[in-house]
Every structure is written in C-alpha cells, then in structure tokens.
C-alpha cells in the first residue's frame, strides 16, 4: 500500500495537491483509491473527472468522501460526483465540529 499525507506550505510547491491527484489517479500499479475532502467545487470535480474515468478503467475499487459542513461543497459538486458514477459519500455533522481531512490512499 503507497499512503502520502498531503499538507498545505510543508510540501514542494511545485508538485500542488491537484497535481499529485492527477498523478496517482492516471497510476497503474494501484489497484484502489480514496480520496477524502472536506468541501468540492463543481470547477475542481469537472477538472478531476476526466482522470476519474481513467482510474475507473485501472482500479478495483474508487472511492470519494466529501464534506458538506459550513457550504463549502456545492449542490452542482455533488450533481458532477454522481454523474462520475463511483463509490460516492457525503459527511455531515450536525454539531459545531467541521470534517477537514487531507488524505488520499
């Protein structure tokens, strides 16, 4: 299993998160990813889905976890995540404590 922990300003800036998305979702020695987010935009799922449909083909099994707390993940977001046709999950928590992950596997 290749795990990578993906910070904001401890990394190479060069190397931004969306671009290592893209990298790890075109890999073909992987036979399954998770990408968990605290929020999605339409803009950021529409930009990812063309390398979702590439992993579709390589991997076993695809999963995506998003966060719904404070508005930060839009109705459209959640539409385009559907029509990407994979395992899908929306968190929510109704008390004060917000779901802020950074974690693909």
């Not at 990812?48 to 695809?62: G, M, T, W």
């Amino acid at each position: 299993m290749n795990i990578s922990f993906l910070g904001q300003g401890f990394q190479d800036e060069s190397r931004p998160v969306g671009g290592l998305l893209v990298q790890y979702l075109q890999e073909e020695g992987f036979h399954s990813f998770t990408g968990i987010s605290a929020f999605a935009s339409k803009l950021g799922i529409n930009g990812l889905s063309r390398f979702v449909d590439i992993a579709k083909s390589n991997f076993q099994q695809l999963n995506i976890v998003v966060g719904i707390a404070r508005g930060g993940t839009s109705k459209e977001a959640l539409d385009e995540l559907v029509k990407m046709d994979v395992n899908s999950f929306v968190f929510h928590l109704e008390k004060a404590a917000i779901f802020h992950p950074k974690y693909t596997s």
